[in-house]
């Protein structure tokens, strides 16, 4: 019979029945042994203008994307788009099990990569034919319907680089996710724009939005992210696969890949709550007033991303590094970056605010057209949503690098039915600037409710509450959490 003794690492087979016990606190120096990356990493400055360069480069082409569609197409062909977003982002994103940040904040290594890929790839099979059921089965046009299965198809493909993202986080190696990003950003662009400038159907153009990220997979993910596997993870060729040649191996590798799913879940129904927080005004605006107006406010929406990814740059930034202060029991650093961080944030979304007061129309004129630049109002109010947002991320930023993942559940199942009540009571009445209150709304519930939790968990107890594995109890089945 074969065991395994799970320490902080990966398991270590044995040919005798034993199970090692946690009866002595672990020294910082013996986490920073095992939480240190496999390559080394770069500076926190470093990490950061890369993942912004890649953030703002990704979004600059998404954000061509949404021109390219307004200005080649019509505000129906953005409704279409922005619906196929929409049905199938919810359901990637509760499949999905937020595994990179689960990954990221994995500084005592009790996973391999080879369980966070395995389990991405089954689950994102399963997110697929549910979204193939709902595309087929729901009341869209034949054309709606199609596009729907093509975005979902880029997404679920966009799923499995998120998992090297993750991989390549952890090894604070964020220059690896940058490179990716510019070049599936760039690369996508120009294939949506090329199949609805050739065929005039946004279809052709999600197809190649799909095969391009496909291609950023293979050619750069999969092959830049061997790099970082420890020794004893390097299997294969392909970093896809565990091998089970023996029962006991199998039953091992089942039962960790239930604690992960398990550690995980929280995560996933955030997540998915997040994403259905973020298109509840749309599902509101396109039911009332149809996908005219749908498009209009995803334009709009769209155009607050640049607050958005630098707000989220540097949160993936600081979260492997936060994790190690709080993993290593480092309370008081942990604090002071945690504040520096939200400040940051504030800022940021202030900033994002201000120019959106004096340059919204502007830019909406510039960048769209004049039709849009008639709502510069919403555009604006859509801003102050999303520079709430960024404050209460980045507190959320320390809430995932301390692995309270089961709380998050709550605060985010809150924040949507925040959203969904007010959208029931303004879409009706406002209109579009209704969903840009709702936002708000939500936005407001989220940053209430984070503050607490987070004035909870770091700044009202002087110590961390779960602060190494208990006594006899394996890290692999550690899931710490409120």
């Not at 389990?119 to 997110?127: D, G, P």
């Not at 550690?263 to 509840?280: C, D, E, F, R, Y």
């Not at 301390?402 to 959208?423: G, K, M, N």
């Amino acid at each position: 019979m074969s065991t395994t003794k799970v320490l902080f690492g990966p398991a270590i087979t044995t040919s005798e029945p034993v199970l090692v016990e946690l009866r002595t606190p672990v020294s910082p120096k013996q986490v920073s042994a095992t939480t240190s990356p496999v390559a080394r990493g770069l500076s926190l400055r470093a990490n950061f203008v890369w993942v912004l360069s890649g953030n703002v480069v990704y979004a600059a082409c998404q954000l061509g994307m949404i021109v390219a569609l307004a200005k080649l197409g019509n505000s129906i062909m953005v409704g279409q788009f922005s619906l196929g977003l929409a049905v199938a982002t919810p359901v990637i994103m509760f499949t999905n099990l937020h595994l990179r940040a689960v990954q990221a904040t994995d500084a005592r290594r009790s996973h391999s990569f080879h369980e966070y890929i395995q389990l991405r790839i089954i689950m994102t099979v399963i997110a697929l034919a549910i979204i193939s059921g709902i595309a087929c089965f729901g009341n869209y046009g034949r054309k709606t319907t199609m596009i729907v299965l093509a975005v979902a198809l880029a997404k679920g493909i966009e799923s499995l680089s998120d998992i090297y993202y993750g991989l390549f986080q952890l090894n604070d190696r964020l220059d690896q996710t940058g490179t990716s990003m510019m070049l599936r950003g760039t690369f996508s662009m120009l294939a949506l724009i090329a199949g609805l400038y050739f065929t005039g159907d946004v279809f052709w153009g999600c197809v190649g939005l799909a095969l391009t990220w496909l291609a950023a997979l293979l050619l750069f993910d999969l092959r830049q992210g061997r790099r970082f596997l420890r020794s004893d993870e390097n299997l294969g060729r392909l970093p896809i696969w565990i091998s089970w040649r023996k029962p006991g191996h199998r039953a091992q590798g089942f039962r960790r890949q239930m604690a992960l799913l398990q550690l995980a879940l929280p995560l996933g129904v955030v997540t998915t709550l997040a994403s259905v927080n973020l298109n509840v005004p749309r599902y509101f605006i396109e039911a009332r007033m149809g996908e005219h107006q749908l498009g209009i406010f995803s334009a709009l929406a769209y155009g607050t991303v640049a607050i958005t990814v630098v707000g989220d740059a540097l949160g993936h930034c600081a979260i492997p590094r936060l994790s190690r202060l709080y993993a290593a029991g480092q309370l008081a650093e942990f604090r002071a970056a945690l504040l520096r961080l939200s400040t940051v944030g504030g800022l940021l979304g202030l900033t994002g605010v201000a120019v959106a007061r004096v340059m919204g129309a502007q830019f909406l004129r510039i960048f769209y057209s004049p039709e849009y630049a008639a709502s510069s109002r919403v555009f604006m109010v859509l801003m102050l949503a999303t520079a709430i947002h960024c404050v209460a991320g980045m507190l959320t930023s320390g809430i995932l690098s301390a692995r309270r993942f089961r709380i998050q559940v709550p605060i985010v199942a809150l924040t949507a039915a925040s959203t969904a009540f007010a959208c029931s009571v303004w879409v009706p009445t406002l209109g579009l600037i209704g969903g840009a209150f709702a936002m708000i709304a939500g936005a407001v519930v989220r940053l209430i409710l984070s503050i607490a939790i987070a004035g909870y968990l770091f700044f009202l107890q002087s110590h961390p509450s779960v602060e190494h594995p208990a006594l006899h109890t394996r890290v692999a089945d550690w899931n710490p959490g409120i």
